[in-house]
């Protein structure tokens, strides 16, 4: 069963367009949704996350999108830079299931200049 | 900043050979936990460690599969008789209760 549903599978942006990746989940139990960045022959790293008591939360020119009520949540990076250039994964978790993190299937994400 | 440490960076070894790969957590972490990512495809939870035992596993993490925590620093992942299908990427992550995980940046297991 697959927890955690992201798309694109790849997306390329124009330098300075809005990159916008998708995740939906099945679990209403969970309730802290990271976004990692993976950048090739290194481990993901965070880059932000939300819980769901708020709708939207912000850091410099990425925001996530959180719609508890269609079980949705986006990743949105505005002003695409080529140095963004990466693999993103959505993930989910929560104290039920043991914090382990179920992640999406990535998504990799090219700036072209 | 503190970070997740792994050793080796890569490991190459014969199929049916025990293999350890290791990582050092985030020294005041208490929550560990072992993922695996298959070349271009996503990460997959292996097993979480809390006090000395397995807090959760998933089916990936067979009869082969143990990890351990041998002295205050170190956590293993050792599989015992591997396979061609285990070669992956294998990725320490270390937390605190209810915070983000940290990864390490990864072993790449090679079985041939």
């Known amino acids: 069963q697959q927890q955690v549903k992201q798309s694109p599978q790849s997306l390329i942006v124009q330098k300075g367009g809005i990159s916008i990746i998708n995740c939906a989940y099945e679990?209403?139990?969970?309730?802290?949704f990271p976004w990692y960045q993976q950048f090739p022959g290194k481990g993901p790293a965070l880059l932000i996350a939300i819980r769901p008591d708020v709708s939207e939360k912000k850091e410099g020119r990425f925001t996530i999108s959180f719609n508890k009520s269609a079980k949705q949540f986006s990743l949105h990076i505005m002003d695409s830079q080529p140095g963004d250039s990466a693999t993103y994964f959505c993930?989910?978790?929560?104290?039920?299931?043991?914090?382990?993190?179920?992640f999406g299937t990535g998504t990799s994400l090219t700036v072209i200049p | 900043e503190p970070e997740v440490t792994q050793t080796p960076s890569h490991q190459v070894t014969q199929m049916g050979q025990e293999v350890i790969l290791r990582c050092v957590p985030i020294?005041?972490?208490?929550?560990f936990y072992w993922y695996r990512q298959i070349l271009g495809q996503k990460v997959e939870f292996l097993v979480s460690f809390y006090n000395n035992e397995i807090s959760e596993k998933s089916e990936i993490f067979d009869d082969q599969f143990s990890v351990e925590r041998p002295d205050g620093s170190n956590f293993t992942l050792k599989i015992r008789s591997t396979k061609l299908e285990d070669s992956a990427m294998y990725f320490c992550?270390?937390?605190?209760?209810?915070?983000?995980?940290?990864f390490g940046d990864g072993t790449r297991l090679s079985i041939l």
């Open positions: 992550a270390s937390s605190e209760w209810g915070q983000p995980q940290h």
């Open positions: 993930a989910a978790t929560s104290p039920n299931t043991g914090n382990q993190f179920y």
């Open positions: 020294s005041n972490h208490l929550y």
């Open positions: 679990n209403t139990a969970f309730d802290y």
